[in-house]
């Protein structure tokens, strides 16, 4: 009884609402990238990170990140974020925990705060217990973060320690 008060007591409703209002923000930027050039959208990067350099937080930069993502995304995979994805990489950005089924896109959710995360210089680790799909995920969504110029590295079994040095001094490992 205490979850379901929890899920549908104001204070859930209030943050499920101010989180829908943040991914709405997201896609009110869309436009904004889809009419950049691809290297305009490439130097994105470079100017989200100044704006860290220059005092703001990852929260003041998360709506202009994610949008970029999200136009990346688009371009280099032909998918683009839904709602609730956008919604889910908020979550995971807050360090909440955001539980989704099989088939709905949790691979491309984890790109979005990735690369806000990586901007900052720090390293991102995103962690599956599944080696192939460790592998797979490199390569696929990596491709989207190769893009934006950011560096991927993927850590399995069988490596040495020096291909595993590499891997992890990359942006997103």
């Not at 350099?53 to 683009?80: H, N, P, Q, S």
Request: hydrophobic share 40%.
């Amino acid at each position: 009884m205490g979850l379901i008060n929890y899920i549908f007591n104001s204070d859930g409703r209030r943050s499920l609402k101010k989180l829908d209002k943040m991914a709405s923000r997201v896609e009110s930027l869309e436009q904004k990238y889809a009419v950049m050039s691809d290297a305009q959208l490439r130097s994105q990067t470079n100017l989200l990170k100044d704006r860290l350099k220059a005092g703001e937080t990852l929260d003041d930069i998360l709506y202009d990140a994610f949008a970029v993502v999200r136009e990346a995304a688009w371009r280099v995979l032909k998918l683009k974020h839904y709602h609730v994805q956008i919604i889910g990489g908020i979550c995971l950005h807050q360090g909440r925990i955001a539980e989704m089924k099989t088939g709905e896109g949790k691979t491309l959710v984890a790109t979005l705060p990735a690369y806000l995360n990586a901007l900052a210089g720090k390293g991102v680790h995103i962690v599956t217990v599944n080696d192939y799909l460790a592998k797979r995920d490199a390569e696929w969504m990596g491709t989207v973060h190769k893009f934006l110029g950011l560096t991927v590295g993927v850590v399995v079994p069988g490596m040495d320690d020096a291909q595993k040095q590499v891997a992890y001094n990359c942006d997103i490992t």
